[in-house]
């Protein structure tokens, strides 16, 4: 595990245990019910977020727990684990999603403020140049992070990020998740 500086904020760098037998499992998972994905908005020809429903991959719990517990203990920030749309939002997905990257995809800078408190990516599938995670801050060069399967990335919801081009001859799989405030405000009940 390692803690990185950047922009006055922190990114936790991890690799989640039992990565080996967790990752196939749920790569089975969401190839058996890639057919039943629903997709949040188009970008460069590609969805953005895929979606699934915890019925289906359940084995996203594993590192959504490890993400709530390495928050709690290195940043000492509470977190709740939610597996289903927030009651008052208006959008109909769950807080989690799946980022499916063909060659030549990428994703353009954005962050997660969202009621959340922390927000992670791990990554279940990518070779090599299948495009770094990106962080930028103003006043500073950009920090690169290179995907890792079983790796998982833990960060302020509010720093911006990106994804760079997928150089790679394979598509990048990676899941990415909210956690929110524990315990949960009034508004989320």
């Not at 595990?1 to 967790?22: A, D, L, N, T, Y």
């Not at 990106?134 to 060069?141: A, L």
């Not at 524990?182 to 989320?188: G, Q, R, T, V």
Request: proline share 8%; with cysteine; net charge negative.
């Amino acid at each position: 595990m390692e803690i990185i500086s950047f922009g006055g904020k922190k990114i936790i760098q991890s690799i989640v245990p039992g990565w080996q037998s967790w990752v196939p499992r749920l790569l089975d998972e969401i190839l058996a019910n890639r057919d039943n994905m629903e997709h949040s908005h188009k970008i460069m020809g590609r969805w953005e977020n895929s979606y699934l429903p915890v019925d289906s991959v359940p084995t996203i719990r594993k590192p959504m727990r490890y993400a709530r517990d390495l928050g709690k203990a290195e940043l000492k920030i509470s977190s709740a684990i939610l597996f289903e749309p927030l009651p008052f939002s208006k959008k109909t997905h769950p807080p989690f999603w799946f980022n499916l990257g063909l060659p030549g995809a990428q994703t353009g800078v954005h962050d997660h403020v969202s009621l959340s408190v922390l927000s992670a990516v791990t990554y279940l599938s990518c070779e090599e140049n299948s495009g770094n995670l990106f962080f930028v801050s103003e006043g500073e060069e950009d920090f690169e992070i290179c995907p890792e399967v079983g790796k998982l990335l833990l960060f302020d919801p509010s720093m911006k990020h990106g994804v760079r081009e997928n150089f790679s001859g394979s598509e990048r799989v990676s899941f990415a998740f909210n956690l929110f405030p524990f315990p949960l405000p009034a508004e989320f009940l």
